[in-house]
């Protein structure tokens, strides 16, 4: 991995909400399945939830549910509709779009 790819993922990791399961250390834990390859660069999560929805990233959070990885992004489009978009954070698969 490169050193930009690896430090925007540190950053990335660092903005995830502690609201979700992950506890604060858990960015650790988090960034440790990147470097494993078990979960994709938050920069092709990002390319993925722009290409269903253009707009400002709002929130990205990492979440542990049933057993699963998820991004849980939310993006403000052009006519102001907040959106969130769930993406499964192994495959990079849609998982739900709604607006929220």
Same mark, same amino acid.
Do not use: C
């Given at each position: ?31 440790? $399945? ?41 993006? $403000? ?24």
């Amino acid at each position: 991995m490169g050193r930009r790819l690896i430090l925007s993922t540190i950053i990335s990791f660092m903005l995830i909400s502690s609201t979700n399961n992950f506890a604060d250390d858990d960015h650790d834990k988090a960034y440790k $399945l990147l470097r494993m390859g078990e979960i994709l660069p938050l920069e092709q999560i990002l390319k993925i939830a722009r290409g269903q929805i253009q707009g400002r990233i709002l929130e990205v959070e990492l979440e542990h549910k049933d057993k699963h990885l998820i991004y849980d992004l939310e993006i $403000l489009d052009k006519k102001g509709i907040v959106w969130e978009l769930k993406v499964d954070a192994v495959s990079g698969v849609m998982i739900k779009k709604e607006q929220d």
